[in-house]
């Protein structure tokens, strides 16, 4: 997709620009949301929410009970 091409250029890896732009469409999603949604394995998943949480793209949500991600523009 193009736009993930974008987002590669930008310095992000193919998956976490599937999840990226997966989180700025949807907005607050679990780990497992997530995966379904952006097509990415849910064995590497929390790798890739974790490198998007230390490039300052996405935040856990501590109050809630899973665990969640918010991508932030």
Known sequence: ?????????LGLSKNEAKVYKTLVAFGTLSA??????????YSKIYNVLASLIGKGLAEIIPELLTVIVLATA
């Open 1 to 9: 997709m193009e736009e993930e091409h974008i987002y590669q250029e």
């Open 32 to 41: 497992a949301e997530t995966s379904a949604k952006s097509m990415v394995s």
